[in-house]
T-cell receptor
Framework: QKEVEQNSGPLSVPEGAIASLNCTYS??????FFWYRQYSGKSPELIMF????GDKEDGRFTAQLNKASQYVSLLIRDSQPSDSATYLC??????????FGTGTSLTVIP | KAGVTQTPRYLIKTRGQQVTLSCSPI?????VSWYQQTPGQGLQFLFE???????NKGNFPGRFSGRQFSNSRSEMNVSTLELGDSALYLC???????????FGPGTRLLVL
């Protein structure tokens, strides 16, 4: 089992819809969880981090964490074509070692 | 604050050569991590340096090495380049609570 798993997609949603991205992780003791966005040919850019169970909202983005289920998700409301990118889930395990999922490719269709 | 900088941005080398990549972290950050990203493998962790000491290491051959200087700048070296080393090499710096990682723009290496 990989440390961090994501559905690679591609995920396509119409403009204005909600995009839902999911991630599971293997280490039950993990404390820090991150979502990065990566445009083609660019480096990953931090969108959000979450440490506590529940929801955390930042503008159109909501991160959800369920430690009991070892599950973290990212919701993007009112999706825009500019949101089309690959979204990487990352988990800080074993001290300061980050483990990344392989990413979910999102396309927002105008 | 200035972000993470990486030099050079692009590099073309031939098999058997060696290469050195440089990363300057965000001011005040003492941890620097290096990743290799390829289309098929995603982000692969190479190693992490904290206060000039290698703190974590991924599963890469010994041809990949790194170091960190007292000003937290880090270099990564790849010796005896192979075609499969063609990739985007990313550096991330972190510091402070929870050690959130911030990425530099990357160095795109092409091995011919």
């Amino acid at each position: 089992q990989k440390e961090v798993e994501q559905n690679s997609g591609p995920l396509s949603v119409p403009e204005g819809a909600i995009a839902s991205l999911n991630c599971t992780y293997s280490d039950r003791g993990s404390q820090s969880f991150f979502w990065y966005r990566q445009y083609s040919g660019k480096s990953p850019e931090l969108i959000m981090f979450i440490y506590s169970n529940g929801d955390k909202e930042d503008g159109r983005f909501t991160a959800q964490l369920n430690k009991a289920s070892q599950y973290v998700s990212l919701l993007i409301r009112d999706s825009q074509p500019s949101d089309s990118a690959t979204y990487l889930c990352a988990v800080n395990m074993n001290g300061n070692q980050f483990y990344f999922g392989t990413g979910t490719s999102l396309t927002v269709i105008p | 604050k200035a972000g993470v900088t990486q030099t050079p941005r692009y590099l073309i080398k031939t098999r058997g050569q060696q290469v050195t990549l440089s990363c300057s972290p965000i001011s005040g950050h003492r941890s620097v991590s290096w990743y290799q990203q390829t289309p098929g493998q995603g982000l692969q962790f190479l190693f992490e340096y904290f206060s000039e000491t290698q703190r974590n290491k991924g599963n890469f051959p010994g041809r990949f090495s790194g170091r960190q200087f007292s000003n937290s700048r880090s270099e990564m070296n790849v010796s005896t380049l192979e075609l499969g080393d063609s990739a985007l090499y990313l550096c991330a710096s972190s510091g402070g609570w929870r050690e959130t990682q911030y990425f530099g723009p990357g160095t795109r290496l092409l091995v011919l």
